[in-house]
């Protein structure tokens, strides 16, 4: 079946400009997660969504990333006025459930560069 | 300190080579734990979960050691096509994250 897709697999864009990245999960999963990898580093979780709620949004570096969950299904990740620092792949993840023993099935990843 | 330490690596190692990773969690109320792989430039794939007793899987065996906060992944018969980065996951009861470490460079040579 299918897996997680994102999408574009590769964005480049001028510093200060809006960039929105996009999550399709596995059909039937209700959690979600964002997570940023920068070159070298290891993964960086952003948000969760359970359903169409964030109940935690703790990982997200700033105001201006922001996220939504529509329909249960597919994720954005809108990043505003971006910076250099925000260069780095951008994995997406779904598990069936909310349990902690959940396998995580992840995305191939949108690569972001910020010129 | 880090919530999950990993030795970064790389650990070069001989094809049919036995090796190691160790990692080690910092909240004591951490309650599940896996292994991932990470090949270079591609998504992260689960690659064993690790239970309290210890489990195995081929060539592969996790362990749990809850009283030091470390876990551990042996790799025997050590193939080419196990050189990738190995990723030690954490969560924690309460919160909804997955705490991944930076990962273990393992290459394994000719």
């Known amino acids: 079946g299918a897996g997680v897709s994102q999408s574009p697999s590769n964005k480049v864009t001028e510093k200060g400009k809006d960039v929105e990245l996009r999550c399709d999960p596995i059909s039937g999963h209700t959690a979600l997660y964002w997570y940023r990898q920068r070159l070298g580093q290891g993964l960086e979780f952003l948000i969760y969504?359970?359903?169409?709620?964030?109940?935690?949004k703790s990982g997200l570096p700033s105001d201006r990333f922001s996220a939504e969950r529509t329909g249960e299904s597919v994720s954005t990740l809108t990043i505003q006025r971006t910076q250099q620092e925000d260069s780095a792949v951008y994995l997406c993840?779904?598990?069936?459930?909310?349990?902690?023993?959940?396998?995580?099935?992840f995305g191939p990843g949108t690569r972001l560069l910020v010129l | 300190r880090k919530e999950v330490e990993q030795d970064p690596g790389p650990f070069n190692v001989p094809e049919g080579a036995t090796v190691a990773f160790n990692c080690t969690y910092s909240?004591?109320?951490?309650?599940?734990f896996f292994w991932y792989r990470q090949d270079c430039r591609k998504e992260p794939k689960l690659l064993m979960s690790?239970?309290?007793s210890g489990n195995e899987d081929g060539r592969f065996t996790a362990q749990l050691n809850r009283a030091s906060q470390y876990i551990s992944l042996l790799i025997r018969d050590s193939k080419l096509s196990d050189s990738a980065t190995y990723l030690c996951?954490?969560?924690?009861?309460?919160?909804?994250?997955?705490?991944f470490g930076t990962g273990t460079r393992l290459k394994v040579l000719a």
């Open positions: 993840a779904s598990s069936l459930g909310t349990s902690l023993q959940e396998t995580q099935y």
């Open positions: 690790v239970y309290s």
């Open positions: 996951v954490v969560t924690t009861s309460g919160t909804y994250k997955y705490i």
């Open positions: 909240n004591s109320a951490s309650q599940s």
């Open positions: 969504f359970q359903g169409n709620s964030a109940p935690d």
